[in-house]
């Protein structure tokens, strides 16, 4: 027998350390460290923590196995579908991680609420009456929808085969227990061991199954980012805890692409779909405001118009002048600054800068460099930006603006939402919207574009 000794396992990346320390050496992450047992090889322990000891299957030509299974049903969740790429595979387990506090049950339930035939929600972490009132709340009360206060695993696996659902609710694997593995619950051990055994069940069943990660401040899933080797799906939900708008977003799918968004708003009745995000990012804009910028960007395949604003404080020598980014890569604002002052002589090297994307959205992508440049100029110049301008392109660091992709599905959005003008990179292909596209080469051909004057204003 295997002799098992004792480790320190980081929560956060799954490395083992001999001793306990209060920074993982291999990620970075304070205080993630936990007590686990490891063997001297460590599938050993995933062995333990319920892989079954029977063959999953047989060796068989690759064309005769039937790969029928594999279509998505959709959930009745448009938003949810199109992150999925249709819906939910049969027999396929899906990690939903977030922060506490996003939605996430809510989401779920609102699934379950859905789907077709009877449902099994199972609660370890709210009693069923928590989960009934806010069932109320959300309209989601049907007798098809089952629900199971539980933790422990082997009950969890005896309702499965006793209510025979359609679709199966863990909320959350965290909180959930297998006695067998002897380890506290919400340990690597459980929670790994715990998702092993659900997916096994799944598959045996052919039954699909939506298991709750929560999130640490720092993004991991708390407990073991191994859980996301085991899964078929991790989809995160994202959103500003003081903002009602909430993205979902794949971060791996084995059934179809990863790149599509879906967007919701928390509501009084729970999450509702947001199709015509633009909108939504542009209601409470106002036009005329220096600093002020609409980019069109993409989400997957998805084009969204969001608004970045900038503000520039000039300060009077001497002290490390400020800079905040909401939204934006703190790295990326630096990046521009310079840029900015090296290739259009702009500088903010005595202000304050604050920059921030409207709708506690974060634009990752290089497509918004030229916006947030053009905010920033607009800003210390003090002059607005025309209302009917969207700017995208990316900015490198000799001041060129470079391609962005599918430049005609954002413009296209541009001109659905009212914009009649957009700078855009200087070979951007001609687009049949009706918005006059502006084109520039260099970051100073697209502020004479945007009317911005080159010197900035003193004071
Ligand atoms: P919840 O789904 O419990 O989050 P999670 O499971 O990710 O921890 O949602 C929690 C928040 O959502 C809570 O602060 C209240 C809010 N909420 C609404 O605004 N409207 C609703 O209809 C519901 C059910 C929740
Ligand atoms: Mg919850």
Redesign the pocket.
């Known amino acids: 027998m295997a002799k098992l000794r004792l480790v320190h396992r980081c929560s956060d990346c799954g490395a083992t350390h001999p001793k306990w320390s209060g920074k993982c050496t291999a990620c970075g992450a304070w205080n993630s460290l936990i007590e686990d047992v490891e063997g001297p090889d460590d599938s050993l322990v995933s062995l333990a923590a319920g892989m079954a000891l029977v063959p999953a299957g047989e060796p068989a030509p690759i064309d005769s196995i039937d790969a029928s299974i594999g279509a998505p049903v959709a959930t009745g969740i448009a938003e949810l579908d199109s992150v999925l790429g249709g819906g939910l595979v049969p027999g396929s387990v899906t990690l939903l991680g ?10 779920l339930l609102q699934l379950l609420a859905a789907a077709q035939g009877k449902t099994l929600y199972v609660t370890a972490e709210e009693s069923a009456q928590q989960v009934r009132l ?1 069932a109320e ?2 309209g989601a009360l049907k007798d098809s929808l089952w629900l199971l206060p539980e933790m422990s695993l082997p009950h969890i696996v005896r309702a499965i085969d006793d209510v025979q659902p359609t679709l199966v609710v863990v ?1 959350s694997i965290q909180t959930v227990a297998d006695p067998e593995l002897g380890s506290t619950p919400g340990s690597v051990v459980q929670v790994r061991g715990c998702a092993h055994r659900l997916v096994q069940e799944a598959k045996r069943r052919n039954l699909p199954m939506v298991l ?1 990660g929560h999130v640490t401040k720092e993004g991991g899933l708390a407990g073991p980012r191994v859980l996301e080797h085991v899964v078929d799906t991790v989809l995160s ?1 994202e959103g500003e805890r003081h903002h009602a708008l909430r993205l979902l977003r794949a971060a791996k799918h084995r059934f179809g692409p990863t790149n599509e968004l879906g967007l919701f708003e ?5 999450l509702v779909g947001v199709p015509d995000a633009s909108s939504l990012f542009l209601a409470d804009r106002r036009t005329g405001v220096p600093g002020s910028v609409v980019v069109p960007t993409l989400e997957g395949q998805r084009p969204l118009l969001v608004e970045l604003q900038a503000l520039t404080n000039p300060l009077s020598g001497g002290v490390q002048p400020r800079r905040s980014a909401q939204g934006v890569d703190h790295g990326r604002l630096s990046m521009l600054l310079a840029v900015l002052e090296r290739r259009a002589r702009v500088s903010l090297a005595q202000h304050e800068v604050y920059a921030s994307v409207v709708g506690g959205i974060k634009l990752n992508e290089p497509g918004a460099d030229l916006g947030l440049c053009l905010a920033l100029v607009s800003a210390i110049t003090n002059t607005p930006l025309p209302a009917d301008l969207v700017v995208c392109g990316e900015v490198g660091l000799a001041g060129e603006v470079r391609q962005v992709g599918h430049i005609s599905r954002r413009i296209t959005e541009a001109a659905r939402l009212g914009f009649t003008r957009a700078i855009v990179p200087g070979n951007s292909p001609d687009t049949q919207s009706g918005i006059k596209l502006q084109k520039a080469t260099t970051l100073s051909e697209a502020l004479a574009a945007a009317g911005l004057a080159h010197e900035p204003s003193k004071g």
Not at 98 to 107: M, R, V
Not at 266 to 270: H, L, N, R, S, V
């Open positions: 977030g922060e506490p506090g996003i939605g996430k049950s809510t989401l806010r709340r959300l909320d709750v939900f928390m509501t009084e009745a729970g």
